[in-house]
């Protein structure tokens, strides 16, 4: 069984800044893309941004400039340094691996975390 586990979600004023955490635990040869998505109430989850094993990301615009995703130096983690929040960025965030392969080669697909709140006041 694999497992993301977030931390790091909380309360923070407008302007503000918070670090998201999320951790894969399990048995687990590789992840190649690690990704955060977001949702907000009545809204559909979004993608926030994404990262390869080689390091390669993409940003939806309403972050770009605002949200830097990286890999950890301990193996399949992922982080998401969030700065100049705003009330909009108020959402559950998952974190979420397409595709994470076992030791066997047995593949899990789509697999999420359970979410972390971020909460930005105004």
């Known amino acids: 069984q694999v497992q993301l586990v977030e931390s790091g979600g909380g309360l923070v004023q407008a302007g503000g800044a918070l670090r998201l955490s999320c951790a894969a635990s399990g048995s687990i040869r590789s992840i190649d893309v690690m990704g955060w998505y977001r949702q907000a109430p009545g809204k559909q989850r979004e993608l926030v941004a994404t990262?390869?094993?080689?390091?390669?990301?993409d940003y939806a615009d309403s972050v770009k400039g605002r949200f830097t995703i990286s890999r950890g130096n301990v193996k399949n983690t992922v982080y998401l340094e969030m700065n100049m929040l705003q009330p909009e960025d108020t959402a559950v965030y998952y974190c979420n691996a397409p595709l994470v392969v076992g030791p066997t080669g047995y593949r899990y697909s789509k697999v999420w975390g359970q979410g972390t709140l971020v909460t930005v006041s105004s």
């Open positions: 990262i390869t094993s080689g390091g390669s990301t």
